[in-house]
């Protein structure tokens, strides 16, 4: 059985190929080349990979990432569709899909809201949920930067507190566009903002969310 790691890799690199190396995405500066060379070296060069979240190693980081970026562009799609090497620890099954289902899933809208033609894809239920398991428990990280309180809203009622105080901000959608949301991914994201006017737009341009 599929797993939604590996449904969304397979989107992901699809649409990375159908969009062509130099098309743009919602990673500010990132052309859709540079974006499938950070997802190969963060499963395939771990040592390098280290970059993402630790601020000392970011310039080796960049580098090595240049270097996948100056391959061509078939073969690093080629290398997303494959998966990581048999000994890394994102080829458990477990490890993947708790590593790059919201990895794997962001990064293809990333590509697919860049364009300007571009529509909501229907999510099944199933996935819904599961995005919804892992924003609850993130959540907290992934809203430590809000300039204000920030609560996460399901349409069914359910909540995840994202950051308390006050003003607090409600940020009403399906569990993927609250994913889109807290990942920094405000202005793409379909979800419906309420609270004061001030802190709804104080929360719309932060910076949220953590390095994927």
């Given at each position: 059985?599929?797993?939604?790691?590996?449904?969304?890799?397979?989107?992901?690199?699809?649409?990375?190929?159908?969009?062509?190396?130099?098309?743009?995405?919602?990673?500010?500066?990132?052309?859709?080349?540079d974006l499938a060379a950070?997802?190969?070296?963060?499963?395939?060069?771990?040592?390098?990979?280290?970059?993402?979240?630790?601020?000392?190693?970011?310039g080796r980081l960049e580098r090595i990432q240049s270097e996948f970026?100056?391959?061509?562009?078939?073969e690093l799609i080629q290398l997303i569709r494959t998966g990581p090497p048999r000994l890394s620890p994102y080829a458990l099954k477990q490890v993947d899909e708790a590593a790059n289902t919201v990895e794997f899933f962001v990064h293809a809208e990333d590509v697919r809201r860049a364009q300007p033609d571009w529509t909501a894809r229907p999510l099944d239920r199933?996935?819904?949920d599961a995005l919804w398991a892992r924003l609850e428990k993130g959540a907290r990280l992934l809203g430590r930067k809000s300039p204000v309180g920030l609560v996460l809203r399901r349409p069914d009622g359910q909540t995840a507190v994202a950051r308390k105080g006050t003003p607090v901000v409600t940020v009403t959608g399906e569990p993927s566009e609250l994913t889109l949301?807290?990942?920094?991914?405000?202005?793409?994201a379909q979800v419906d903002l309420s609270g004061d006017k001030e802190a709804v737009e104080r929360v719309r341009t932060a910076r949220l969310g953590i390095a994927l």
């Amino acid at each position: 059985m599929s797993t939604h790691a590996k449904r969304e890799r397979l989107l992901l690199a699809d649409l990375l190929e159908a969009s062509g190396p130099d098309a743009p995405t919602l990673c500010e500066g990132w052309t859709a080349r540079d974006l499938a060379a950070h997802v190969v070296v963060r499963e395939r060069r771990t040592d390098a990979a280290a970059g993402i979240v630790v601020g000392a190693l970011r310039g080796r980081l960049e580098r090595i990432q240049s270097e996948f970026a100056a391959k061509p562009f078939e073969e690093l799609i080629q290398l997303i569709r494959t998966g990581p090497p048999r000994l890394s620890p994102y080829a458990l099954k477990q490890v993947d899909e708790a590593a790059n289902t919201v990895e794997f899933f962001v990064h293809a809208e990333d590509v697919r809201r860049a364009q300007p033609d571009w529509t909501a894809r229907p999510l099944d239920r199933v996935f819904e949920d599961a995005l919804w398991a892992r924003l609850e428990k993130g959540a907290r990280l992934l809203g430590r930067k809000s300039p204000v309180g920030l609560v996460l809203r399901r349409p069914d009622g359910q909540t995840a507190v994202a950051r308390k105080g006050t003003p607090v901000v409600t940020v009403t959608g399906e569990p993927s566009e609250l994913t889109l949301f807290a990942f920094g991914r405000q202005g793409a994201a379909q979800v419906d903002l309420s609270g004061d006017k001030e802190a709804v737009e104080r929360v719309r341009t932060a910076r949220l969310g953590i390095a994927l």
